[in-house]
């Protein structure tokens, strides 16, 4: 799954902070917590104050910067990353594009309060990306794979039919990490993240970043960050840099796990029908093995109704019951009951670090 830039990246991640050492100095990230920094004079200081940059962002900047390969910006969630994209891009009169299968939050944050500043949003399905038109829109936002349906879009002709219409692209790519796909270097303009996924990975920081390597674009979306207020606390920028070295290991696990567990699932006899990208004969699978580096561990599953799914995440002794996902605990969400657009059996597994095969035999178990 990892190719030899990548090896380098995480092994860079691990190490950023080395040069930077003397003697004596702690090899964890201290956690700072000031607001204010020492300034006998302005010019040069490397902090002001704590709602312009404090040395624990910096960090953690510093190990997705790596990962990215571009700048990136912090922000105290993925919703304030996202806003900040679509606050950085957009103005009065403009159009967005946005999947109307993506994050709802995101959905409803442009309908609330971009439509009433004059931006026209327009919502179309993750999979009409392909044909879309594109002719006189500001910005194309896309989601792939999408979530919790896993129909993935074809991130680079997306970005080419995007760009010729005049378009910036912005790419969600939480459910990727950037280990796993990488927008940007397929052209997406603006990566936006919840590190609160499995980037923190443990299920206590919530944390979001944007990505990018058009520098003028980059500093809006700082700016946004100042004086919008929107920036993440120490605490939680110290956890994610935590979870951060550990990413490409539990990912690994996580993967492949999934991978096993979901043509297992494709063969029960108690499950109507499995999404997941790494099955041979799933609609996503020949573009995302061309696009992703690995298939992910999110999986969706089909049971025969809401009772069935709900007494399946009840029994099964190893499975957490909770939205979010990217934790290290495997869990499950029937997503009928937030109002998402699927079967009322429905669920979004999102696989863990447990070991595989107890994993599965409980899963199995609680499934019979
Ligand atoms: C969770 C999530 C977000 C929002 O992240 P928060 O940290 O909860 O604000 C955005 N996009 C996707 C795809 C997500 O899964």
Redesign the pocket.
């Known amino acids: 799954m990892m190719d030899k830039d990548m090896g380098a990246r995480i092994a860079g991640l691990l190490h950023h902070r080395n040069a930077g050492l003397e003697k004596g100095d702690p090899v964890a990230l201290p956690l700072t917590t000031a607001t204010s920094y020492h300034l006998p004079s302005v010019q040069g200081a490397r902090h002001i104050y704590g709602r312009n940059g404090t040395p624990t962002w910096d960090a953690v900047e510093a190990q997705l910067a790596l990962l990215e390969e571009a700048e990136v910006v912090s922000f105290p969630?993925?919703?304030?990353a996202?806003a900040a994209g679509l606050f950085a891009t957009l103005k009065a009169g403009d159009t967005v594009i946005l999947p109307s299968d993506g994050?709802y939050?995101?959905r409803v944050l442009s309908d609330g309060f971009l439509a009433p500043l004059g931006v026209t949003v327009v919502q179309i399905p993750t999979l009409s990306f392909a044909t879309a038109d594109f002719t006189g829109a500001a910005v194309v936002y896309i989601?792939t794979p999408s979530?919790p349906g896993l129909d993935v879009i074809d991130i680079a002709d997306v970005v080419a039919r995007a760009h010729a219409a005049g378009a910036k692209v912005i790419v969600?790519n939480?459910?990727m990490t950037p280990l796993l796909q990488r927008p940007l270097d397929l052209g997406a303009d603006l990566v936006v993240a919840?590190d609160?996924?499995a980037p923190g990975g443990h299920s206590d920081a919530?944390?979001?970043h944007v990505a990018g390597r058009d520098t003028a674009l980059m500093a809006r979306v700082r700016d946004w960050r100042r004086l919008s207020g929107a920036v993440p606390g120490a605490m939680e920028a110290w956890l994610i840099h935590r979870g951060l070295e550990t990413l490409e290991v539990r990912l690994e696990r996580m993967c492949r796990s999934a991978d096993l567990i979901a043509k297992r699932l494709a063969d029960h006899p108690a499950v109507r029908s499995v999404r997941y990208p790494g099955l041979p004969d799933d609609p996503s699978h020949a573009l995302a093995k061309r696009q992703m580096a690995g298939f992910g561990f999110l999986i969706g599953i089909t049971l025969a109704d809401a009772t069935q799914a709900e007494a399946f995440l009840e029994r099964c002794p190893y499975m957490v019951r909770s939205t979010?996902f990217g934790g290290t605990h495997t869990s499950g969400e029937r997503r009928a009951r937030w109002g998402d657009a699927v079967p009322e059996g429905f669920i979004r597994l999102s696989i863990g670090v447990e070991p595989t095969e107890t994993l599965w035999a409980a899963m199995d178990a609680a499934l019979r």
């Open positions: 969630t993925g919703m304030a996202i994050y939050v995101t989601e979530n969600d939480t459910t919840a609160t996924k919530l944390f979001g979010s």
